[in-house]
């Protein structure tokens, strides 16, 4: 009795036999959607590359794009790997971010984030340039148009956003003598200096913010507040500043503009 046949009970045989028909219905449907995602209609035919809201694209190549991204697109609409066409995309130089989506029913759009350079990395000569990021990228400023001026920078490997930090600290410091920071640089010490827009150079020594926040910051507010005396005494003569002194702060004359009689010859002390 225990092992009686199947088809002696009606009511088990109708479930087996409405769940093979539910297969058997699954697996006709699957073919027939396989067989149609495989039709010509669905070939990859367009692929539109365009920029993000707000934005131009001024550096991205087609003979490029088409050799090192169109051509290597496997699939159709339906099997395309988006992820794939995204990861060709950003390793393009110039290009930041790509976002790609399907459009229905043969195509897909590239939406690109163009790199916006900010700055050089390592001299004008160097094939690695900043963003307003902070982040490096390939590229050489004689790519970069002429309306964008360029900020130098230096500094050890994986240091670009601590330099950043730091543009942005001095810009804002300098900004009431309407100076800009055209250069600065980063020693493997983290010792740094910037040249702003007068020409004049700055030198800050090892960045305190791990020990003392407000310690660099006061030294720049002490140079603002004896600067007048500065310019008393040597005019437009200063070519640098050294901050790195704990009561004060150093100040070098040009060397074309040296009179005999200036303290030091070259370099004169401010003491608090």
């Not at 339906?78 to 393009?92: A, N």
């Not at 759009?109 to 490096?136: C, P, R, Y």
């Not at 507010?221 to 050294?242: C, G, H, M, S, T």
Request: with cysteine.
């Amino acid at each position: 009795m225990m092992f009686s046949p199947l088809w002696n009970y009606p009511g088990r045989m109708q479930k087996v036999s409405r769940f093979l028909m539910r297969c058997f219905s699954l697996m006709v449907i699957v073919g027939i959607l396989v067989w149609l995602s495989q039709r010509p209609v669905f070939a990859l035919r367009q692929v539109l590359v365009e920029p993000v809201p707000g934005q131009t694209l001024k550096h991205i190549s087609k003979p490029l794009v088409r050799q090192q991204v169109l051509e290597t697109i496997q699939g159709n609409f339906f099997s395309v790997r988006l992820e794939d066409v995204k990861r060709g995309f950003e390793s393009l130089p110039w290009v930041r971010h790509a976002n790609v989506r399907r459009v229905w029913p043969n195509g897909v759009i590239v939406s690109i984030e163009e790199q916006k350079a900010f700055g050089t990395w390592g001299g004008v000569n160097s094939q690695t340039l900043m963003n307003v990021h902070g982040e490096l990228f390939s590229g050489r400023g004689s790519e970069v148009g002429d309306e964008t001026s360029l900020v130098d920078f230096y500094g050890p490997e994986d240091s670009s956003k601590e330099v950043m930090r730091l543009y942005k600290k001095a810009n804002a410091w300098f900004r009431p003598w309407d100076s800009e920071v055209k250069g600065l640089s980063l020693s493997e010490r983290y010792a740094w200096h910037v040249k702003l827009s007068n020409g004049m150079k700055v030198e800050f020594g090892r960045d305190e913010e791990g020990s003392d926040k407000t310690l660099t910051e006061d030294r720049v507010a002490r140079l603002f507040k004896y600067w007048p005396q500065v310019q008393e005494k040597w005019a437009n003569r200063v070519d640098a500043i050294d901050l790195r002194y704990a009561n004060g702060f150093a100040v070098h004359l040009a060397l074309a503009s040296v009179k005999k009689g200036d303290a030091d010859g070259k370099k004169s002390e401010l003491k608090q």
